[in-house]
């Protein structure tokens, strides 16, 4: 089963800054869009921030100006989330997505906890 690998989380500070990156496989050829959704605890799994075939990064509103977006300068197929000012409610398990041959598929998420 085809899988997105992520890397990046772990415990921070309020204030604080966090990088997710996510890696889809180097062979998948195609992907018309990546990004991030979150789940925090006891609340459902929503939007973070994604990236099209436009190349153009959209993000939810709660966390604009804060998290930024980006393709990798090498590996064609992975992206990362520069996320700072964190505050305790960005705390989530955050999964990686992408769409390709229209299928989404899904990392296994991975948590950040926004805590001092």
């Known amino acids: 089963q085809v899988q997105l690998t992520e890397f990046g989380g772990g415990l921070v500070h309020p204030g604080g800054s966090l990088t997710l990156s996510c890696e889809a496989p180097?062979?998948?050829?195609?992907?018309?869009?990546m990004g991030w959704y979150r789940q925090p605890p006891g609340k459902q799994r929503g939007f973070v921030a994604m990236v099209g075939n436009d190349n153009r990064m959209r993000y939810m509103d709660s966390v604009k100006g804060r998290f930024f977006l980006s393709r990798d300068s090498i590996a064609r197929n992975t992206v990362h989330l520069q996320m700072n000012s964190l505050q305790s409610e960005d705390t989530a398990v955050y999964a990686c997505y992408a769409d390709w041959d229209g299928m989404t598929y899904w990392g296994k998420g991975t948590l950040v906890t926004v805590s001092s």
């Open positions: 180097e062979h998948v050829y195609g992907i018309t869009a």
